[in-house]
């Protein structure tokens, strides 16, 4: 069936990982959008103590094992 296809080609394509936030420590997690590259950097709140943390994303091609760094933003 074309949709079960697709819809699992979807959930593919989008994937959560863990990060630790830059302030607090604490592990967040985060949708990560594989379709957008290997490479990524995005600004997100921690959802424990609200800061801003830059997040730099690398995603292996093959594995699509997922890899995130994380700065301060100020
Ligand atoms: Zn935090």
Redesign the pocket.
Known sequence: MPNTIKSIAENLMQNTAEYY?A??G?PNLTFIDLSAGGEQSYVED?Q??C?PNILYVRVDEDTLDIEIDTESES
């Open positions: 936030c302030y607090c604490e921690c424990v103590c800061n």
